[in-house]
């Protein structure tokens, strides 16, 4: 594994788990066991650090959601939860923890933001056979409501909005 990868994978854990505020420098190179300098030669600064986390999480989070239904979408979340552990969107907590004002992560979590919405209606209009937007959009409140009710409620939660979406969808069929 190379230094950047490997910074990256240490950063996630910690962001993931701490916050990006909380995570100083002085913990990122201490758990990547490297100096401050080579830290800063990999990462740049810790907002362009973070945002490689988050594109690197948008890439993986994403190769999940390469199915073609809605109820598959939320077994992917499912997978995604039992996985990675259910601490809430780190996209949404990132930005709320900067509240938007740092450019680099405010970018990367729009970016992040606006394919999952066009990656949930594809899946709709591919589940339907076509376009429904209102139905997308519930789609997305379900999922992202899912992923933050998990934190205090478990996995469970996706699994009622899982519930849920099934019901939307069965009456958005002709």
């Known amino acids: 594994m190379d230094m950047t990868t490997k910074l990256t994978a240490t950063a996630e854990r910690l962001f993931d788990r701490h916050g990006y505020m909380a995570t100083g420098m002085d913990r990122l190179t201490e758990a990547a ?7 800063y030669k990999h990462a740049g600064s810790k907002a362009q650090l973070m945002a490689r986390v988050l ?52 970018e990367a979590v729009a970016m992040h933001k606006a394919a999952f919405h066009r990656r949930i209606e594809e899946v709709v209009a591919t589940n339907l056979r076509r376009e429904d937007p209102v139905l997308a959009e519930q789609v997305l ?11 205090y409620r478990g996995a469970d939660a996706v699994s009622a909005a ?11 069929r002709p």
Do not use: K, Q, Y
Not at 141 to 149: I, P
Not at 162 to 172: G, H, K, N
């Open 33 to 39: 066991g490297m100096s401050s300098r080579t830290l």
């Open 162 to 172: 899982r519930a849920a979406a099934a019901i939307l969808i069965e009456r958005a």
């Open 55 to 106: 594109t690197e999480r948008d890439r993986r989070f994403m190769a999940r959601l390469e199915v073609e239904t809605v109820d598959a979408l939320f077994a992917a979340l499912e997978d995604w939860v039992r996985v990675e552990g259910t601490r809430g969107c780190l996209f949404l907590r990132s930005r709320a923890e900067t509240g938007g004002d740092t450019p680099e992560i405010a």
């Open 141 to 151: 409140v379900l999922l992202e409501g899912a992923t933050h009710a998990a934190v």
